[in-house]
């Protein structure tokens, strides 16, 4: 998939970090879902930022099939292309900011799936939750931070909840209310910061 065209982010030098690269993933397939709508207005706000280095990832670019590894994912031997494909993408990032659906009062079948492939790859990194729906998501967050703890990635408190009924116009045409950015900005600076805090874990 061809990166979301961010602003080019400055070279460092030879006393400087690497700045740290968040995946912006989106964790719905269905047709005419909301979830790229939202994923899209977190990348344009992201652009914006220099501190960062930000993709867009798409789970439905990957073909991932339910979950066909024999061995689990914590022993790190991935049998299907597939999963070496998917795992190869989420290892290169240090952080992960998850646009999620609430479907039943949990996430997406289709994210939990894709999270189940992998293990180390999540390891000593850090998520943000950019959530929707009618109750505005929130308890699809709550099922990801249980999962998150046992992956050893560090969420954030910070989090986007958008309404269905305040946020979305007929259910279906994003249109955010004003707070919702610097909701957003306060959930892109702990993830950062954290990003950045765990770094020596992850090297």
Not at 108 to 120: E, H, M, R
Not at 169 to 174: D, K, W
Request: proline letters at 5%; a negative charge; aromatic letters at 10%.
């Amino acid at each position: 998939m061809t990166p979301y065209p961010f602003q080019n982010t400055p070279v460092p030098t030879r006393d400087e970090k690497p700045v740290i690269k968040v995946a912006i993933i989106i964790g719905s397939t269905r047709p005419g879902r909301n979830g790229e709508a939202v994923a899209h207005w977190v990348c344009d706000l992201a652009a914006k930022r220099a501190d960062a280095e930000f993709e867009l990832v798409d789970i439905k670019d990957f073909d991932l099939p339910l979950l066909d590894e024999v061995l689990p994912a914590a022993m790190g031997q991935y049998d299907g292309q597939h999963t070496r494909t998917w795992a190869a993408k989420i290892d290169s990032f240090d952080a992960y900011i998850f646009v999620t659906p609430e479907y039943n009062h949990s996430t997406s079948g289709v994210l939990k799936n894709a999270i189940d492939f992998l293990y180390a790859e999540w390891n000593n990194k850090v998520a943000g939750f950019v959530s929707y729906g009618v109750s505005g998501g929130t308890r699809a967050v709550e099922h990801l931070r249980l999962i998150m703890g046992e992956l050893q990635v560090a969420d954030v408190r910070a989090q986007v909840t958008l309404s269905l009924l305040t946020d979305f116009e007929n259910y279906s045409v994003f249109k955010p209310a004003a707070q919702q950015e610097d909701a957003l900005t306060v959930m892109f600076d702990q993830v950062i910061a954290w990003g950045e805090a765990l770094r020596p874990l992850r090297h």
